[in-house]
């Protein structure tokens, strides 16, 4: 199943995605809902981020080749996480699915995008074991992990080296019944494949981030979880487009433009 | 003007507080709202988390006593901040005044009180002065950023260090109208007065926090800012009760108790 969040005819609502079709529903994936008999074309609507979170939680370093590729770059020795810690992004940063990444003027050039899975929480979720956290699983859907890397390394927090407004692209949709195992994720600039990597690769998995999160905290519906991402990341400038596509979701496509 | 969010007969609403009197209203203190017939004895009601922010941010590290006395209690030397880079806490963990604090069973006993002002954002802010920035805030409330220290200083992130479940009381109400720089803030456990500061002795202030996130963020109605703590913070056992006072604004209360 297929679900987005989108703007039609001057309303916002949730929708079931068929082939090139899109079902407007009332109430929500993370409540009750009924399809409703309001159908748009696809390519007529405007797609909005699929969720805005209660809390934004990302992995955040979870794959073993961009932690040596970003080590390298410091000229650093790489350091592995020893255990699944996760962070937070917010959602000021969030953007939708076309909607263009924006480069403050007193950014660096090192404005780089890190490709990743995100999965949705669809069920209040605590002290859940690692075999039955899925259950408490939406689905899943595709970030952007856009990075200003001069202010990630040398701020005190991440504040706007990850969360500057429109740093954040996810969507386009939310697809259900998944295997997160099964994902592979690539980059591509402008048309040019940058990297990709298989979802499983990760250091820590879904199954395990979820379940030991949700030791401690309550996963709310709705809230999303960023799995990080793997390899070398390259800078984006004025002009570039930027996509990640997860076959089996679909394709998130930003351009990238930078204040003047 | 005091703002509150409130339960009585099953239903949640925003209230407007007059007296010991809760004035029911629709809509919101954040958009625009209408004051109803119905009101309530203030003791009559179950006040709520005032706000469930889109973006909960963070001084963190923002008073020079606290810095030190943490530093001191690790044996090293203390760093004070050299710019005001925010960071996040997490709405799972947000409790309301009266409600308990849990400690989970397998936290140590160094699980302790942070008492502080929280400033709320009224309206959308973006790139704004410091000199005008104080137009863009509803009002003011009070957390206690509960923090265990084992955690917060051996995992990557502060996520259980922070952010478990009960480990964010705010409230009880939001205050219009105030000028941050008069405000003093005193905590209490069991009665016993621990510690009091006043909250212009940041190392950042209240404007220039927010005109510098404004620069690169934007803040969104129903933000909140946790501006930080001063001195020396202790431990917190099952039994206790701790009280963070802001007078103008209140007393936030919260009994502890430990998960067995």
Redesign the interface.
């Known amino acids: 199943m297929k679900w987005c969040r989108f703007q039609a005819a001057g309303q916002v609502s949730y929708g079931i995605i068929e082939e090139q079709t899109v079902i407007a529903v009332t109430g929500s994936p993370f409540d009750t809902y009924t399809k409703t008999a309001t159908t748009y074309p696809l390519h007529e609507v405007k797609l909005l981020v699929p969720v ?1 979170p ?2 934004f939680y990302a992995a ?2 979870n794959y073993r080749e961009h932690v040596i590729e970003m080590a390298q770059k410091r000229g650093a020795e790489p350091a592995f ?1 020893p ?1 699944a ?4 992004r ?4 969030l953007i939708a699915n076309e909607e263009p990444i924006v480069i ?1 003027k007193d950014a660096t050039e090192l404005v780089q995008y890190e490709g990743e899975l995100v999965v949705v929480i669809g069920k209040p979720c ?1 002290r859940v074991s690692e075999a039955d956290v899925l259950d408490y699983v939406l689905g899943y859907t595709i970030g952007n992990d856009v990075s200003e890397r001069t202010w990630q390394r040398g ?3 991440l ?2 080296g990850k ?3 429109t740093f954040k692209p996810m969507g386009p949709w939310i697809v259900t019944d998944l295997n997160p195992d099964d994902l592979r994720v690539t980059i591509r600039l402008n048309d040019q494949e940058m990297f990709t990597y298989g979802v499983a690769d990760a250091i820590f998995g879904v199954r395990h981030f979820l379940s030991r ?1 949700s030791q ?5 519906p709705g ?1 999303v979880l960023w799995m990080g991402t793997d390899g070398a990341t390259e800078n984006m400038k004025d002009g570039d487009t930027v996509e990640v596509e997860i076959p089996g979701i679909g394709v998130l496509r930003n351009p990238v433009v930078r204040e003047r």
């Not at 810690?85 to 937070?88: L, S």
């Open positions: 805005i209660p809390t955040g370093i996480p255990q810690d996760v962070g937070y917010a959602n000021n940063a403050p605590k701020d005190r927090t504040w706007r969360n500057t407004d999160m401690y905290l309550t996963l709310y809230d």
